[in-house]
């Protein structure tokens, strides 16, 4: 009954679960996305460049996953941490687990954007004067699915 009860409550929450090699850990999904927008390395193209095998883009994706999921390295002395194999499966298995999320989340009910008749010719307000997607107050790029290659980019 528990057990059932702690599946129902990940899966109805959301959160990301996976293997540190020594334990199982979960997390926020949002946390990671938002880490891996504001890494200073790392670009969604990076993955696929990884699972092809280029070294470079490999080292990029492993060290990403360091900083996006705080495991860390394997080390032979202490036999701990991930290796550059699994910290890139980690994040292919991210990778997939929000494409699944993407395709399972069903939009929920809005209600019809007010008129400007009535409210006065004003739509409400808007971010930075404009209604893209991703943009915020500050004008900065916010994280989009597209980013961790997940559709189309808005641009």
Sequence with gaps: MFRFWRRFRSRYRCIFKFDTGTGLRRIDPLIVCQRL?????????HLADAESGEPIPQAIVAAAACR??????????NETGLTTAERID???SFDNYLL???????PSPTLPQPTGAIHG????PTTNGSSDFGQTATGKQSAT???????????
């Design 100 to 106: 699944a999320l993407k395709k399972s989340i069903r």
């Design 37 to 45: 927008s504001l890494d200073p390395d790392y670009i969604p193209q």
């Design 121 to 124: 010719g004003s739509s409400g």
């Design 90 to 92: 980690l994040m292919i």
């Design 145 to 155: 699915p597209s980013q961790f290659g997940l559709g189309p980019s808005p641009h």
């Design 68 to 77: 996006a999921f705080h495991v860390t390295p394997y080390d032979d002395l």
